[in-house]
């Protein structure tokens, strides 16, 4: 069955300090992989995406992801966390026009 | 950037009550899905539609819900009666065939059953 996990529920980190958020997923076929962000009460914001080709990705707000197939892995980092980047980040996995399937989400605080 | 648009943002209703979700797809996509999110939960997979049917739909899409692309952008979810437990974030999201693969969600409709 496809499943994600997003193993840390809650993340804080100083301001200026780099950040990754873990992300394994389990899928049957070529997945196709998501990383959404969330603001409280907002939508999602889709921060990246990999279909296929190089497996480092970059997305938006200066995050990027490494697709590691041995690992089942797909980990969102970004090198110096800015405050305004405290949201819910989401991982998603999915093929093409078929439903995604997300994980619980991390959590992630900043402090000054 | 197309944008896939919700309304209305928020809606409060009352139990038993039926509540029509209203999403306007991006144009040029073919495949459109609505999800759910219970406060402080994970978003959950309802259904998907294509080609004017349900392609797919997952358990908590009992018989309370139905959807209809009712014109040529609309794209809706109706709840018939509504329970306490259908309180929760509904997103809609759509995504195209082409190689130029999008898969984007609107903000969302908050739905509050009181």
């Known amino acids: 069955a496809q499943s994600v996990t997003q193993p840390d529920i809650h993340i804080t980190v100083s301001e200026g300090a780099s950040l990754e958020l873990r992300c394994n997923y389990s899928y049957g076929a070529t997945p196709y992989l998501f990383w959404y962000v969330q603001s409280p009460g907002q939508g999602l914001q889709l921060l990246l995406k990999?279909?296929?080709?190089?497996?480092l990705v970059q997305g938006i707000k200066g995050f990027e992801a490494e697709f590691k197939r041995s690992q089942s892995s797909f980990n969102l980092r970004k090198p110096s966390v800015h405050w305004s980047d405290a949201a819910e980040y989401f991982c998603a996995v999915g093929a093409r026009n078929t439903p995604l399937v997300f994980g619980k989400g991390t959590r992630l605080s900043v402090i000054a | 950037e197309p944008e896939v648009t919700q309304t209305p943002s928020h809606q409060v209703t009352q139990m038993g009550q039926e509540v029509i979700l209203r999403c306007v797809p991006i144009s040029n996509h073919l495949y459109f899905y609505w999800y759910r999110q219970i406060l402080g939960q994970k978003v959950e997979f309802l259904v998907s539609?294509?080609?004017?049917?349900?392609?797919?739909k997952s358990e908590i899409f009992d018989d309370q819900f139905s959807v209809e692309r009712p014109d040529g952008s609309n794209f809706t979810l109706k709840i018939r009666s509504t329970k306490l437990e259908d309180s929760a974030m509904y997103f809609c999201?759509?995504?195209?065939?082409?190689?130029?693969?999008?898969?984007?969600f609107g903000s969302g409709t908050r739905l509050t059953v009181v």
């Open positions: 990999y279909f296929s080709g190089d497996t």
């Open positions: 999201a759509s995504s195209e065939i082409g190689a130029n693969y999008g898969y984007t």
């Open positions: 539609f294509y080609n004017n049917e349900i392609s797919e």
